[in-house]
T-cell receptor, first 111, second 113 residues
Framework: QQPVQSPQAVILREGEDAVINCSSS?????VHWYRQKHGEAPVFLMI?????EQKGHEKISASFNEKKQQSSLYLTASQLSYSGTYFC????????????FGKGTRLHILP | DSGVTQTPKHLITATGQRVTLRCSPR?????VYWYQQSLDQGLQFLIQ???????AKGNILERFSAQQFPDLHSELNLSSLELGDSALYFC????????????FGEGSRLTVL
């Protein structure tokens, strides 16, 4: 089952904050976040494992609520370089080696 | 540069034809994943191989097949192509069998006319 991301698209001004949500209908072992810039390959941001951890990467952090099967990606004081499409990928508890990605959230940062 | 190499970068072919997409994983990576990306569907998981063996299968059509060779490179074969198969096909690799950080190649853009 494909995770659901929201919002589908966000337009921000440089310096503003954004939250991207990812929810799944099945129990999750891990959540993966990737960013894809236009015309490029997706690039890994972070993995969150079950246990409700929160991770940070520069000014980008994420949380994972395993009870709700939800993850959120937080972008603070956004920079122009943050523009792109963000994908969450989920791995089920049976660890069947699949990472199923959501449809993505397009983020556009204006100067 | 992720270290994952995909060829060809662009491919234009006609309906009914067959094409082969090739992927060389990063040195030392044993797992290869194939994803299809179209505009409205995001990244669709197709299939995963680990050290030459199929490990996981997604919504891969019967017209599509893949394999991983002893040197760990992988090929995705697409046959009886339809217009709807036009998409960007990504290969990704990781060190282990279980999903960790995936390193994506630059993709092969397939256009079916």
């Amino acid at each position: 089952q494909q995770p659901v991301q929201s919002p589908q698209a966000v337009i921000l001004r440089e310096g503003e904050d954004a939250v991207i949500n990812c929810s799944s209908s099945k129990a999750l072992y891990s959540v993966h976040w990737y960013r894809q810039k236009h015309g490029e390959a997706p690039v890994f941001l972070m993995i969150l494992l079950k246990g409700g951890e929160q991770k940070g990467h520069e000014k980008i952090s994420a949380s994972f609520n395993e009870k709700k099967q939800q993850s959120s990606l937080y972008l603070t004081a956004s920079q122009l370089s943050y523009s792109g499409t963000y994908f969450c990928g989920t791995e089920g508890m049976n660890r069947d080696d699949k990472i199923i990605f959501g449809k993505g959230t397009r983020l556009h940062i204006l100067p | 540069d992720s270290g994952v190499t995909q060829t060809p970068k662009h491919l234009i072919t006609a309906t009914g034809q067959r094409v082969t997409l090739r992927c060389s994983p990063r040195s030392g990576d044993l797992s290869v994943y194939w994803y299809q990306q179209s505009l409205d569907q995001g990244l669709q998981f197709l299939i995963q191989y680990y050290n030459g063996e199929e490990r996981a299968k997604g919504n891969i059509l019967e017209r599509f097949s893949a394999q991983q060779f002893p040197d760990l490179h992988s090929e995705l074969n697409l046959s009886s192509l339809e217009l709807g198969d036009s998409a960007l096909y990504f290969c990704a690799s990781s060190v282990e069998g279980f999903p960790g950080e995936l390193f994506f190649g630059e993709g092969s853009r397939l256009t079916v006319l």
